[in-house]
């Protein structure tokens, strides 16, 4: 599978905001091109650490597949000159029982 992403974001004081997308493209048979979209808007909590809420939705990956919306909450922290470590988890919103009860990811960006 490969995906194309864009992602936007804005700070207004100690508030930032996120918003983006993405589009899956599957290749393979009983595979379908999904959308995943993102929001998210978090707030200063000391010099080196955000805390946040975010609303992700994604349609289904595959033919007859179920979409997942998730809400979560996370944190981004700061720990060296352009690098952070942003982690987000939250429960399953849209038929969780069929598409899954959580979501949780963990990733290392750079940053300006």
């Not at 936007?8 to 004081?13: E, F, I, M, R, V």
């Not at 905001?17 to 393979?28: F, H, I, K, S, T």
Request: charge should be neutral; proline fraction near 4%; hydrophobic fraction near 35%.
């Amino acid at each position: 599978m490969r995906r194309a992403s864009l992602v936007a974001c804005s700070d207004l004081g100690e508030w930032s905001a996120y918003g983006g997308g993405a589009q899956g493209l599957n290749p393979g048979g009983g595979q379908r091109r999904h959308t995943l979209v993102a929001f998210a808007v978090t707030r200063g909590a000391g010099e080196h650490l955000n805390l946040g809420v975010e609303v992700c939705h994604e349609t289904p990956a595959v033919a007859g597949g179920a979409a997942l919306t998730n809400l979560g909450l996370g944190r981004v922290g700061q720990f060296a000159t352009h690098r952070a470590l942003t982690a987000s988890g939250g429960p399953g919103l849209e038929r969780p029982s069929c598409a899954g009860s959580s979501a949780f990811y963990l990733s290392n960006p750079f940053t300006d």
